[in-house]
């Protein structure tokens, strides 16, 4: 078996080679370091791996072996989360901070070694501690098979487009300061499609913008990821349809739209024929938020999409943007999303369910003597009333070498206290606090309905679950009503992903099989959330035998 070693470090910062021979192993290092840029006319030192924002792309066929060495070579301590990789039976690669592995601190590095077994498609890396991942991040490209096609048309070229957010600021003093004040954070400054916000965004009139060239009559595949902290956004570009073949390394049922939407954590695979006029055309990126309470970073990040031949100077033809509040456009995408659920790629939707839960997600008020710009209280967020208390000591490690007193099992399957989530609030808005896991038998099939709360509002909340995929079999506005709403679940082609948005003031059911055994992080892809407790896990058990059971700690695992 032909072995291909590429070396790349990873030193949040640099430069990744694709390398696109098929191989079984591949070396890549991430060097993790601060460089200085330049965005919005100002210049900031930032955490970068090899010096790059976005990072850089890492590249990987269907059943290839990753080794990535991350160096972490700045004053923070570091963690890198494959998002949407399985990591079978191997939650010691997943990444995220006092879950499945004690951070890497500055000066020493982490093998992080996984399969990328049955998967293909786009996924993404980002830093999974405090709010590094605003410029820690980069696109995952797994390629198919050797002589395995796309199911659709091949396209003539491919692009990584990733969204994201920018601050003036540091993004680590901001959240330190929330987090004190017991207020929200303030929010970013601008948007941007591939580290640049274009068109002046930002309030910066010297603002450049990314280009995607085209030739007349040549397709292009576009894997877009949404790397935002806080924001999902709209993506459209002027005069162009877009075909959407794929979310979350998933293949869809192909189906055209002039608007994508797409939420933190997200991943979608649009092609774009380029059939208009020569020209420039404006591509733009802007915020879905139909929660009016809710503070958004309201600026439009745009590039540029410049068919060959066309002179630089020439006018660039604009792109209208739904307003921030389109909740009819974004559930309009969101149900034109269907499985492909083809011989080759079924949709392997549980029928039966083990293990059915309803966890609700919203914010809370808690008591806070040191907040006295909150009124001594502080905003927090949970899932059944549970805010989540991050471990000094890894979960999983905890888990696997028997150390008492980390966490305990007894998260509740259930809301505490039953009422109408979406209207009043009840009288008592507090929470309670704990690192709580729900535990799983190996090979359970499991219903979650995600339950939105109207606690100082109703919001969306993108929910990303860790070491599985889910199908999303049902979702509705008001409260989740166990009796008639299984009635109309789609078992047949719902789509299959791995973080999806609760819908405001709704709520969502997903299904999946607990065929994975370890410790799963399932939190609000919404940074401010999660920094304020919106997460749990899942505890799957060992099945039988090693084929079924969690693979031993690697040597170099980081200590905390």
């Not at 949404?226 to 794929?246: C, D, P, Q, S």
């Not at 939420?263 to 208009?276: L, M």
């Amino acid at each position: 078996m032909e072995k291909c070693w590429i070396r790349v470090w990873i030193v949040l910062v640099g430069c990744l080679l694709p390398v696109l021979v098929q191989s079984r192993v591949r070396h890549y290092q991430f060097n993790v370091v601060m460089k200085n840029t330049t965005r919005l006319c100002s210049t900031k030192s930032i955490v970068t791996v090899n010096g790059k924002f976005p990072g850089p792309t890492v590249y990987a066929r269907e059943d290839d072996n990753l080794l990535i060495r991350v160096i972490n070579r700045v004053k923070y301590n570091v963690t890198i989360h494959w998002h949407g990789i399985r990591q079978l039976r191997n939650g010691w690669a997943d990444g995220p901070a006092y879950i499945t592995q004690c951070p890497v601190q500055p000066g020493h590095s982490y093998v992080y070694n996984f399969n990328v077994t049955g998967q293909r498609g786009t996924l993404w890396w980002h830093a999974h501690i405090s709010w590094l991942r605003v410029t820690v991040h980069g696109a995952i490209v797994i390629l198919p098979k050797l002589g395995v096609a796309y199911p659709f048309p091949k396209p003539d070229r491919e692009a990584v487009v990733v969204l994201g957010e920018w601050w003036k600021a540091d993004t680590e003093a901001v959240i330190n300061q929330a987090m004190k004040s017991g207020l929200a954070p303030n929010v970013s400054d601008a948007h941007t499609i591939n580290g640049h916000p274009g068109g002046g965004g930002g309030g910066c009139a010297a603002a450049g913008g990314y280009q995607l060239s085209v030739a007349p009559g040549k397709t292009y595949l576009l894997r877009l990821v949404n790397a935002a902290l806080n924001e999902e956004l709209f993506f459209k570009i002027a005069g162009h349809k877009l075909t959407v073949v794929e979310v979350d390394a998933v293949y869809v049922k192909p189906f055209k739209t002039d608007v994508v939407v797409i939420a933190p954590g997200q991943t979608t695979n649009v092609v774009v024929a380029a059939d208009q006029a020569a020209g420039k055309y404006m591509v733009a990126a802007s915020t879905f938020m139909d929660t009016p309470v809710v503070a958004i970073d309201n600026t439009t990040a745009t590039a540029t999409l410049h068919y060959s031949g066309t002179l630089s100077n020439s006018p660039t033809a604009p792109v209208t943007t739904p307003p921030p509040n389109a909740t009819a456009v974004a559930a309009k995408f969101a149900n034109s999303l269907r499985s492909l659920n083809s011989p080759k790629y079924p949709a392997k939707v549980p029928a039966t369910v083990d293990h059915s839960l309803v966890i609700t997600v919203g914010l809370g008020v808690n008591p806070c003597r040191t907040c006295a710009a909150g009124n001594f209280s502080r905003v927090v967020a949970a899932m059944n009333n549970i805010t989540f208390v991050m471990p000094a000591t890894a979960i999983l490690q905890a888990h696997v070498l028997g150390i008492n007193g980390v966490f305990t099992a007894d998260f509740p399957g259930n809301p505490p206290v039953a009422y109408n989530y979406t209207g009043k609030p009840p009288a008592n808005i507090s929470t309670r606090k704990g690192t709580k896991l729900y535990r799983l038998p190996y090979n359970a099939s499991v219903q979650v309905v995600l339950q939105d709360t109207g606690i100082i509002a109703p919001e969306t909340h993108p929910i990303h679950l860790h070491g599985f995929n889910f199908f999303v079999v049902g979702k509705g506005l008001g409260n989740f009503n166990p009796k008639i709403d299984p009635q109309n679940f789609n078992l047949i082609d719902p789509v299959e992903r791995n973080t999806i948005a609760v819908p405001t003031g709704g709520w969502v059911a997903l299904r999946f099989l607990a065929d994975n055994p370890g410790v799963w992080f399932m939190h609000c892809h919404f940074e401010v959330h999660t920094s304020w407790g919106l997460k749990m896990a899942f505890l799957v058990d060992n099945g039988n035998g090693p084929g079924e059971s969690i693979i031993p700690p690697p040597k170099d695992l980081p200590k905390c």
